[in-house]
């Protein structure tokens, strides 16, 4: 089994660029096709980017593609997601998730989940 931790969220100011990163401990990242997912106060959980296995193939939300990118090492069995251009709609708390096989973008299909990393922007 397979633990996830988030960090990198906090408060940064509208036009700001972060980078996540979500470390995984107790078996190979590299097993797992990595996803990230966010939840703003009051919405339903919503799917970000996913990357496969091997890192070749990536996928994103239509609305996150541009200023969302994901990368993995893992080397360091973490996955990042970089955000550029950061908005106050895209506050929220962020989370990755682990699971095997193909990307999907389902939330319920992924196996493991990290805790969150909180993100705010001010306007």
């Known amino acids: 089994q397979v633990q996830l931790v988030e960090s990198g969220g906090g408060l940064v100011q509208a036009g700001g660029s972060l980078r996540l990163s979500c470390k995984t401990s107790?078996?190979?990242?590299?097993?797992?096709?990595m996803g990230w997912f966010r939840q703003a106060p009051e919405k339903e959980r919503e799917f970000v980017a996913a990357?496969?296995?091997?890192?070749?193939?990536?996928r994103y939300a239509d609305s996150m593609k541009g200023r969302f990118t994901i990368s993995r090492d893992d080397a360091k069995n973490t996955v990042y997601l970089r955000i550029n251009s950061l908005k106050p709609e895209d506050t929220a708390v962020y989370y990755c998730?682990?699971?095997?096989?193909?990307?999907?973008?389902?939330?319920?299909?992924?196996?493991?989940w990290g805790q969150g990393t909180q993100v705010t922007v001010s306007s």
């Open positions: 998730a682990a699971k095997f096989t193909a990307i999907v973008t389902g939330s319920s299909n992924y196996d493991y």
């Open positions: 107790g078996r190979a990242v590299s097993v797992y096709v």
């Open positions: 990357i496969s296995r091997s890192g070749e193939s990536t």
